[in-house]
């Protein structure tokens, strides 16, 4: 049976999002129903918002959820009424060569659910009765949300279902990047460029990872303390006019053996490549404007053997990745708690959304 709640929707590209009340379809073949407890207000959400990830309105919002299934479709056999799930927003056909080499960040059919689950029929529809997009396939900022199970990870129950959001996005996207990407290793150093909720985990996946320095570099000073609490052992207040690809290479000998761009900027992209020593790694996280473009010299990545790698999703196997965060978290070497700098109830979500971009929270969670 279709359920109504609240959900919070893009109706117009930049303008404040709205709460209001919707209805979610009962899941069809290979689907279940979600009761979302909590999702993570993270930049990506933003970016629908603006137009910097390209997805018409109107829009249900949300792809780092987590909560707990209530209703299973047909065909389901590995999920159950009463297991906590956390949402994955990628889509995977498992059949591509991408998928089959454990690659599924790189589909081939992720167009097909961007803004419906797989199946490709709308599942949610306002109070007027006209459908509704949901973000990613997922659309999870809402109390209620039916999904694939291919984007969906079931997860040990103990684990408080606020936390366990995050590696839906930030956490996996941050400490992934570090991990499975970049490969960080023991005694090097790393430079973080943009210490949001994204950046705060790739300073703490290269503290786990054993960096022996990890330099955090942020325009605001209350970021960079909170960099400091998640692994950072150095700082640079980034400054207007100022070259911090000079200052890195003076801080660290020559320049940090990683440096990852985590603000969605083609000039920190620049920045972050020439920042590094020879045979330094440059690792795109952030997700820029289509407009946007960098640029750097081809000779130094000849005889300087540099590399510039993007990274998406933490370069992620969603159902082998977010247990292996939640078992760091359970063993205390994974900050999740302290990630979460302020909790948001569902009508509290256009705060949440200007909060983000101030920069006020390392992470806001909406809480149902």
């Not at 009761?35 to 137009?51: K, M």
């Not at 998928?99 to 790189?106: S, T």
């Not at 039916?146 to 936390?163: A, M, W």
């Not at 005889?303 to 359970?330: N, T, V």
């Amino acid at each position: 049976m279709s359920r109504t709640g609240k959900a919070v929707v893009c109706r117009e590209l930049n303008k404040p999002v709205v709460v209001e009340e919707i209805s979610i379809d009962s899941p069809k073949r290979g689907e279940v129903m979600v009761r979302i407890a909590a999702c993570g207000v993270c930049h990506s959400d933003l970016s629908a918002t603006n137009g910097t990830i390209a997805l018409p309105p109107p829009l249900v919002l949300g792809h780092e959820g987590a909560g707990e299934v209530i209703e299973v479709g047909e065909g389901v056999s590995g999920f159950s009424a009463g297991d906590h799930v956390v949402s994955s927003f990628i889509y995977m056909c498992g059949k591509c060569r991408f998928c089959a080499g454990g690659r599924p960040v790189l589909c081939v059919e992720q167009g097909k659910a961007l803004t419906t689950p797989p199946e490709g029929t709308p599942r949610v529809k306002d109070a007027a009765g006209k459908p509704l997009g949901i973000f990613s396939g997922c659309g999870v900022m809402a109390e209620y949300a039916t999904l694939s199970v291919d984007n969906l990870v079931r997860i040990d129950p103990k684990i408080p279902l606020d936390r366990a959001a995050l590696v839906g996005c930030a956490v996996t996207t941050g400490v992934g990047a570090v991990f499975n990407t970049a490969k960080v290793e023991p005694g090097s150093s790393v430079a973080v460029f943009g210490c949001g909720g994204v950046g705060l985990n790739v300073v703490q996946g290269a503290a786990i990872a054993g960096a022996e320095r990890i330099i955090a570099i942020d325009t605001l000073p209350a970021k960079l303390d909170l960099a400091k609490r998640f692994g950072a052992t150095d700082t640079i207040l980034a400054k207007a006019g100022e070259d911090t690809a000079k200052a890195l290479k003076k801080l660290t000998g020559g320049g940090p053996d990683y440096a990852f761009e985590c603000v969605g900027a083609g000039a920190l992209a620049e920045t972050a490549y020439r920042a590094i020593r020879r045979g330094g790694k440059a690792v795109i996280v952030g997700v820029a404007r289509a407009t946007d473009s960098t640029s750097f010299k081809p000779m130094t990545m000849v005889f300087e053997e540099k590399s510039l790698q993007g990274s998406y999703f933490g370069s992620c196997i969603p159902r082998i990745d977010f247990p292996r965060m939640l078992q760091l978290y359970m063993a205390g070497r994974l900050k999740l708690d302290e990630l979460i700098t302020h909790r948001y109830g569902i009508d509290e979500a256009p705060q949440a959304f200007a909060d983000l971009e101030s920069g006020r929270n390392a992470r806001g969670v909406i809480v149902f």
